[in-house]
């Protein structure tokens, strides 16, 4: 059985838990214990959470033997950082397992460990950059969902926790129950690891009840040719007053708007669908293949294919 410790101190992020729901499930659909989740503490005995609730912990050890160690995250990392009894214990005990994680802010805790030297990582975007001036050897990718480097995993936000856990749910058990683990817990089926911490819709961040119900029309509507002139027909506007809406509200004009959300549905659908990437680009309104692999290079950096071939 593969014990999973999630170590945890006073203050840690409530969701830091939700990744031990992912292992759990993982034992469900595999029919047999596979995963014992374990939560620990410095101390051991009860560690309250950021919003208050207390959650029963075990003592770490240095004769606890655990397969993966995850280190939940805190709000404010520069301002409550890790107790020199856990870092002593990363830096020691739990080099010796077969994998370390940090998740969101957790990853600033692998930091004062030493574990993230020279080493491919990320956090939470709004905590990005005072990871990296703190700790300027890391190999910081502060717009990737988790990374995986050698033995280190790290995530973005807490809910990208739950997409670092299935990852790690499918290098174990194969991707069929990964699937099946993120299907049960509707999630979105395995969300990689080079994906994007934001949303389009949220990137963009329109104001105004015409722009979001404009974007709205387009996201539902990809496989169309949408010109400026459709969309503005459908929030009862002229054309001119929609560009300048977009221009003031998102910073983009529509086509460069429209085109991000074109490469997000696309990269969904590579991920969730079985369809071809022919197909994908059609329903996604790309011109044809070999056009959507030019916009996820220039969006992503990685041609389509290959988010298909670590599935």
């Known amino acids: 059985m ?13 969701l830091a838990l939700s990744t031990l729901t992912v292992f759990e499930f993982a034992n469900l659909v595999a029919d047999h214990p596979f995963y014992l989740p374990v939560v620990y503490s410095e101390h051991g005995g009860t560690v309250r959470s950021s919003s208050g609730i207390g959650v029963d912990s075990t003592k770490l050890s240095e004769e606890t033997r655990v397969d993966t160690w995850l280190v939940a995250g805190v709000l404010s990392p520069l301002e409550e950082p890790a107790s020199s009894g856990v870092v002593h214990f990363l830096q020691t005990t739990a080099r010796q397992t077969r994998r370390i994680a940090g998740i969101c802010t957790g990853a600033f805790v692998l930091a004062q460990a030493g574990l993230l030297e020279q080493k491919r990582a990320t956090t939470h975007w709004a905590h990005s950059q005072s990871l990296v001036s703190r700790h300027p050897t890391i190999q910081l990718e502060d717009d ?21 856990a299935l990852g790690m749910v499918e ?35 329109p104001r105004s009840d015409r722009l979001q119900t404009a974007l709205e029309y387009a996201r539902n509507n990809l496989h169309k040719t949408l010109t400026v002139d459709l969309l503005a027909d459908a929030v009862h506007v002229s054309a001119r007053q929609l560009s300048r809406l977009f221009r003031q509200e998102t910073g983009k004009s529509p086509a460069k708007a429209i085109e991000g959300l074109r490469l997000e549905a696309a990269r969904l659908m590579i991920e ?13 309104g790309f011109r044809d293949r070999r056009h959507m692999r030019e916009v996820f290079i220039r969006g992503y950096g990685i041609p389509p294919q290959s988010l298909r071939a670590g599935r």
Do not use: P, Y
């Open 171 to 205: 290098k174990d058990l194969g991707a069929d129950i990964a699937r099946t683990v993120a299907h049960r817990l509707v999630m979105n089926q395995r969300r990689s690891g080079g994906q994007t911490q934001h949303s389009e819709m949220l990137a963009l961040a």
């Open 272 to 284: 969730q669908s079985r369809l071809s990437l022919d197909a994908i680009a059609r329903e996604s």
């Open 2 to 14: 593969h014990r999973i410790g999630l170590i945890i101190a006073d203050h840690f992020q409530m």
């Open 144 to 164: 990737r969902i988790f990374i995986i480097d050698d033995t280190i995993w790290t995530s973005a936000g807490m809910t990208a926790g739950l997409d670092m």
